[in-house]
């Protein structure tokens, strides 16, 4: 059956919100969570971008979910040190984290003054990038020359079982790259052709382990309202790549933004104030094969809509609805 799982929006809300917000979609019934990975937000309106992984640790000792990363080794981040960061979560939580790998985005990459690479570069790197961190969580000791540089490394705490690294695609063109190295694939919601093709390509290079989904929607107590918070949150983020992976700067994303109408941000959230919407395109996406699929509200305020999917939504998918 699939897990539905509840996402945690660092670019959006303090972690302190975001702490509580965990806890109480445990309460409601929620089987997982997962969380972004950002050192900015994609607009100065969301306004907040904590540290993931400190919050982590801190959401696995406040709740008994499982958890999940998606992350972007190579650039702002040391593949060594992403190992060792996985290494302890695992080890304090056995069996309860998991870690996607991606090439990222350069709104959070051009901090460290490198320049940020061409996409077959990344692409190139992140290879390199998950060798490092298999061979590492496996006990090696690794020094490695190339597009990162490894130099005699060794992480010492490390967990009795490997958690999955899951590779995070958006294109069937990386989806079916993914099958080559991954425990499992991500992606985010699209047309329903476009992730059956996601799937697709992924299962048919070879591709093992589950599933991941994660949807952006947004609701409220009424359509207009629901509307009105996708669009004011999440207009930045209807771009296609490459545009979502080269802008640098929040300015950026939001002086290209302007004139984005709600009915285009409607294109990539499901925005809906009736709970049995939301449940009919959970559904689809279920049908599709997804093992889990976490639940990203767009907007910033998370209690009500955590307690609506907790008592009108999940239970409909459970199929123990009276």
Partial sequence: MTVYG?????????PTALLAAVQRAEAAGFGAAMCSDHFSPWSQRQGQSAFAWSWLGA???????????VNAP????????????????SAMYPGRFWAALGTGEASNEHITGEGW??????????????????????GKEVSHDGLVTVDRARVWTRPAEVPNLVGAAVSVATARKCAAWADGLITVNAPVDHLRQMIDAYRSAGGR???????????????ETAAAIAHEQWRSNVFVPPVCWDLEMTDHFDVVSQHVTAEQVA???????????????????????????????????????????????LPQLRGDAS
């Fill in 267 to 313: 294109k990539v959230v499901n925005v809906s104030a009736q709970p049995n919407q939301h449940a009919d395109w959970l559904r689809q996406y279920a049908d599709l094969g997804f093992d889990e699929i976490y639940l990203h509200h767009v907007g910033q305020e998370l209690d009500a809509f955590i307690d609506v999917f907790g008592d009108k939504v």
């Fill in 59 to 69: 959401a696995l000792q406040a709740t008994d979910l499982p958890f999940g990363v």
């Fill in 6 to 14: 509840i996402h945690a929006s660092h670019e959006q809300v303090h």
């Fill in 74 to 89: 190579g650039q702002r981040y040391h593949p060594a040190i992403i190992a060792q960061a996985i290494g302890t979560l």
């Fill in 117 to 138: 690479p061409r996409k077959e570069i990344r692409d190139a790197r992140l290879l390199e990038c998950v060798e490092v961190i298999r061979d590492l969580l496996a």
């Fill in 209 to 223: 382990g589950k599933v991941y989904l994660q949807v952006h929607l947004s609701w409220a107590a009424d359509d």
